[in-house]
C-alpha cells in the first residue's frame, strides 16, 4: 500500500442512511404521490 506524507485522509461523517432518498427517487422520475406510495408499502 502506498504512502503519501503529504496527504491526509478524508475523515468525516458518514451520511446518514435514506437521507436523500426522496431527492434521488425524484431525480429517477417518480412523483411525490408514487414515493409516499412506496413509503406507506415500506419500500422505501
Do not use: N, Y
Not at 475523515?11 to 422520475?29: W, Y
Request: a negative charge; one cysteine or more.
Amino acid at each position: 500500500m502506498p504512502q503519501f506524507s503529504r496527504s491526509k485522509p478524508a475523515v468525516g461523517v458518514p451520511p446518514i442512511a435514506g437521507a436523500d432518498t426522496d431527492e434521488l427517487l425524484c431525480a429517477a422520475g417518480l412523483d411525490e404521490a408514487t414515493i409516499a406510495e412506496l413509503k406507506a408499502k415500506g419500500a422505501v
